[in-house]
């Protein structure tokens, strides 16, 4: 049986670190409060070279480097994203091109937060389908384009960043993408969203979020999240390996990882140094953890996100 292997991970990290101190020297904030609410303490910050396609195709060139894979391996690249470098060509197209892929096909996906586990079901659909052999699914964001800088109850919440996977078909019974979950409300709309767009006369855009609301549904949905996973598998909490969750804050994180019943060594955690990266932060925080050694091979790890829409998910992956 076919199965959607993670053969590889990369990452790209602005070079730009702005901590919390160097925020509250320009609005009115402080680490204090940045630290205890959300668990941050620093966030990259793209420079203007840094786009949503540079950084995608970066992540996407040490992914396919991780896989011992090369370009003639890539048949499709879905790439999510909330800020894309343009309205079209899609950001996908730029990094396909980036990489000198010369076959195939690429798309974007805006599922915002949630975005790369959308992006992560398509890209497994597309292997069990036999309509890709090899598909780099990516995260990357440049939400620091799209923040209200005078607006301090969002704009200490992000930050820039790019992760990517290549997904390889494999005859497996053991190893590759187990379960993907996906869901949506429309209805919860307007309690993140970003107030305007390419399309719209004079109103580029920048995100508004009703804080407390967000996260009301996040450790609701996320929880639920995580029990549809692993019961659609027939597993328990206990044959969980690791947790990597959107970085969006670490209440909600700490809350879904006692859910799981899973010490904190078992969720990985990047939101203190990345900030929320959206559609990035799931492959960011799974490539650190894939390159530092702590997630191997074999291992069971489920990835969950949740984001403006609302959207959420989650994947159960055998790594
Ligand atoms: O990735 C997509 C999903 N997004 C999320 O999951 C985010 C979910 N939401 C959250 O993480 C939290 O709701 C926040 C971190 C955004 C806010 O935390 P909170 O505990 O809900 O704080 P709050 O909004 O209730 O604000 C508490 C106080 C307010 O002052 P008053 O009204 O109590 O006097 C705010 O004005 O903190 C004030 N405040 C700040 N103070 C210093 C808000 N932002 C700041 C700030 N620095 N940056």
Not at 15 to 25: G, I, P, Y
Not at 77 to 106: C, K, M, N, W
Not at 234 to 253: C, E, F, K, Y
Not at 276 to 304: C, F, W, Y
Request: aromatic residues 4%; proline residues 3%.
């Amino acid at each position: 049986m076919h199965r959607s292997v993670i053969a590889g991970t990369g990452a790209y990290l602005p070079e730009r670190v702005v901590t919390n101190d160097e925020l509250a020297k320009r609005i009115e904030t402080s680490d204090a409060w940045i630290r205890e609410r959300t668990g941050i303490r620093q966030r990259h910050l793209a420079g203007p070279h840094e786009t949503a396609a540079m950084m995608g195709a970066a992540a996407s060139a040490a992914a396919l480097k991780d896989a011992a894979a090369t370009t003639r391996d890539v048949d499709a690249i879905l790439l999510a994203t909330s800020t894309p470098d343009q309205a079209f060509p899609a950001t996908a197209v730029r990094v396909q091109a980036e990489l000198g892929v010369l076959h195939g096909f690429a798309f974007d996906i805006s599922a915002a937060c949630a975005g790369f586990v959308y992006a992560l079901s398509v890209g497994d659909s597309l292997i069990r389908t036999g309509q890709a052999r090899g598909v780099l699914v990516i995260g990357s964001e440049v939400y620091s384009r799209i923040l209200n800088w005078r607006d301090r109850t969002t704009c200490v919440l992000f930050g820039d960043g790019a992760g990517a996977v290549f997904l390889r078909a494999e005859e497996s019974r053991e190893r590759g993408i187990l379960s993907t979950h996906l869901h949506a409300n429309g209805g919860l709309g307007d309690i993140l969203y970003v107030d305007g767009s390419v399309g719209q006369p004079d109103r580029p855009g920048h995100l508004v979020m009703n804080g407390k609301e967000v996260f009301r549904h996040a450790v609701t949905r996320l929880a639920e999240a995580v029990d549809e996973a692993l019961a659609a598998n027939g597993l328990s909490r206990t044959d969980l390996d690791w947790l990597v969750p959107h970085q969006a804050n670490m209440r909600i994180i700490d809350s879904v990882g006692r859910r799981l019943g899973l010490p904190p060594d078992r969720v990985i955690v990047t939101v203190d140094r990345h900030a929320n990266t959206s559609a990035a932060s799931v492959p960011l925080a799974l490539a650190e953890a894939r390159q530092d050694g702590r997630i191997r091979k074999g291992d069971l790890v489920l990835l969950e996100a949740l984001g403006g829409g609302l959207t959420w998910g989650s994947t159960l992956v055998r790594m």
